[in-house]
């Protein structure tokens, strides 16, 4: 069974330029989060869905971030204008429910913002 | 807020010794507790979780020690090889909300 999808793996952009990641959960998973991981630190929640539905999106910068899961199944996580301080990983996990059953993460998209 | 508090930040042991990783946590809501193991370049994967409900579960080499009421659990890692150098994530949840991690240990076993 393929795990969690992220592309790209490997991302340099310039400050104030857009980016854009994708992410594809293993089939079946209704629950979508992204994480956002900073060198040296753990992962900290962007947004969380369930189905199309965006249920915690409480620490995603909405000045410049956006997430979308049309049909609930891929989704795509987008930053405009990026600022040096986005640099970091951006990981998409998935999980069959919200109800504490084991969560699966993509390998991360590296992004870096010069 | 850090709500997951994890020790020590990195962690040096030699083969055959046992890796202890200490995390702490406030939020008595939370009802599920894992480890996650990460290898340079790859997302974190798990390795072993554990519910309030019990005080002690073991698998193969790895096992996690949870103490309620101190609100502490520990990640004790046996008989420590140098494949088990990677970063080692505690985290906690409640039913219905995302994972809350803590901030990670580096471990390095030494041959």
């Known amino acids: 069974e393929a795990g969690v999808v992220q592309s790209p793996r490997y991302k340099i952009i310039e400050k104030k330029q857009p980016v854009a990641f994708w992410c594809n959960p293993i089939?079946?998973?209704?629950?979508l989060y992204w994480y956002r991981q900073n060198l040296g630190q753990g992962p900290e929640l962007l947004i969380r869905?369930?189905?199309?539905?965006?249920?915690?999106d409480s620490q995603l910068p909405k000045d410049r971030f956006s997430a979308e899961r049309l049909k609930g199944v891929d989704s795509t996580l987008k930053i405009q204008p990026a600022e040096l301080g986005d640099s970091a990983v951006y990981l998409c996990?998935?999980?069959?429910?919200?109800?504490?059953?084991?969560?699966?993460f993509g390998e991360g998209s590296w992004l870096t913002v010069v | 807020q850090q709500q997951v508090k994890q020790s020590p930040q990195s962690l040096i042991v030699q083969k055959g010794g046992i890796s202890i990783i200490n995390c702490a946590y406030e939020n008595t809501a939370f009802d599920y507790f894992p480890w996650y193991q990460q290898f340079p370049g790859k997302g974190p994967a798990l390795l072993i979780a554990i519910r309030p409900d019990v005080s002690e579960k073991k698998e193969g080499r790895f096992t996690i020690s949870f103490n309620k009421s101190a609100k502490q659990f520990s990640l004790h890692i046996m008989d420590s090889q140098p494949g088990d150098s990677a970063t080692y994530f505690c985290a906690a949840r409640r039913s219905g909300y995302a994972l809350n991690f803590g901030k990670g240990t580096s471990l390095l076993v030494t041959p």
């Open positions: 869905y369930e189905n199309e539905e965006a249920v915690d």
């Open positions: 089939s079946g998973h209704n629950t």
């Open positions: 996990a998935s999980s069959l429910d919200g109800s504490g059953n084991t969560i699966y």
